[in-house]
């Protein structure tokens, strides 16, 4: 659980330092999101989760973590 929630908080960090590094690009990509239809987001969002759960697997597993 404790991993979970570092995670979570690493996503609002990740997430906070692009808005404040970058809002114009920030803004044209909701703007985009916003014109996608919801079955193409969906499928991004699936991929994306994949690909991460993935990476999170090698990251542990090259760690000698469990």
Avoid: C, N
């Avoid at 916003?34 to 991460?52: F, W």
Wanted: charged share 15%; glycine share 8%; proline share 2%.
């Amino acid at each position: 659980m404790r991993d979970l929630l570092t995670a979570l908080a690493l996503v609002l960090v990740i997430e906070g330092v692009l808005w404040a590094l970058f809002p114009d690009m920030m803004k044209r990509a909701a703007a985009l999101a916003l014109t996608l239809d919801s079955q193409r987001l969906r499928t991004v969002g699936l991929v994306t989760a994949v690909v991460g759960v993935l990476l999170v697997w090698v990251v542990r597993r090259a760690a000698g973590g469990s």
